[in-house]
């Protein structure tokens, strides 16, 4: 494998400069959540990439969020794929590329809105397969699947669905998101994210007729203080009923409420207790002749640290050695991240494979420049060793 492994390193150091310059293209294209226009001008700069390594492009379109663009360069194999993934949105205001634009500083550290999360991770991406492409790497085939409403946990779209459907059959994947500075790689995630229980009750006159009201507040107050005592911080369970609305003045009773409720969960067994906690305290009433509906369609999934993603972060480590990346280790984190939904399918997934940096998600986010270069060798050479069996290793 050093054969490869030189060509690899050899492409990759003979490339920094249009690395550079698509990172910069990148950046400075804004592409905030809802700035629809912008994610389509990144999927397009991204496609025109993916297609110059001679990989055939899909774009499955969203009808009220930035759509999904899936890339599969060497489809010719018959193996099973491996995975690229990543998100082309970010969480920047109009504007922000205008006021802060791409730019790199004299200690080799780059800034500009998403240059981290994750811009930098798409070039990483999209240079590996270059790469393997010109170090004539055809035996096994990669997908690339690239979301364009991450951010926002696909809210206003069927992109989690999309995405699942479009793993199926894999044999592992690779997140692009941020990589940390001290080259731990990500093997679990929490899931979790907003979730509402809308109460419906009887409106009355407060002062006239109060007794033919049925108070959708009162009720939603019962629903709180239930769902509050099922909190376990201890193993990461986590129900926050952070906001409520609902009710037009002191002289009316309230036919409705909605509260607004932040889950997560560090596992999927915990994650269905908390669904089923939801469940009951939605279906059961306190107050008469009130009834509520959940809704849980913007959750996304825990990343299990499961055996497979430890089997393949196994590789990733053994490659990171072989190929002079260097020690790296492993660990869980907090943040939500699009590797949930892969993990649920069954698909081995590490992540963080992205450039080292931090700051994301403010104007003060920053990449390191080397390590783009060093984690697409990474990338590349830990791609092409991947072994059908790697969860037998």
Known sequence: MEQIF??????????????????????????????????????NILRRELEGTGAKTRVIPMENAGDVLVGEWNSESTKAPLLFIGHMDTVFKEGAATEYPFRIDENGFAHGPGVLDMKAGLVIAVYA????????????????????????????????????????????????????MDNRFVVGRKGGGPVTITVHGVAAHSGIAPEKGRSAILEAAHKIADLEAYNDFSRGRLINCGKITGGMGENTIPDQCTIHIGIRFPTT????????????????????????????????????????????????????????????????????????????????????????????????????VESM?????????????????????
């Open 269 to 368: 067994e915990i994650k269905n207790e908390i669904l089923t906690e939801l469940e009951r305290v939605t279906a059961n009433s306190t107050v008469p002749d009130t009834w509520a509906e959940l809704d849980i369609s913007r959750l996304i999934n825990c990343m299990d640290t499961t055996d497979g993603v430890m089997a393949l972060f196994g590789h990733l480590k053994k490659t990171a050695q072989s190929c002079g990346f260097g020690e790296i280790d492993c660990f869980q984190v907090g943040g939500l991240s699009d590797s949930g939904i892969t993990v649920a399918c069954g698909v081995p997934t590490v992540c963080g494979m992205g450039a080292r940096g931090e700051g994301n998600h403010t104007p003060n986010e920053y990449a390191e």
């Open 6 to 43: 030189e060509q690899i390193r050899r492409y990759i150091d003979g490339n920094r400069k249009p690395m550079l310059s698509l990172w910069e293209e990148l950046v400075n294209t804004e592409s905030g959540s809802r700035q629809l226009d912008g994610v389509t001008a990144v999927c």
């Open 373 to 393: 270069f060093q984690r697409c060798i990474l990338a590349a050479c830990a791609a092409c060793t991947l072994e059908d069996d790697f969860t037998k290793g």
């Open 129 to 180: 397969i270059k790469a393997l492409t010109e170090a004539g790497f055809r035996d096994r085939p990669i997908k690339c699947i690239f979301a364009g409403d991450e951010e926002n946990l696909h809210m206003f779209s069927n992109a989690k669905e999309v995405m699942a459907s479009e793993a199926v059959g894999a044999l592992a994947a690779f997140n692009f998101e941020t990589g940390y």
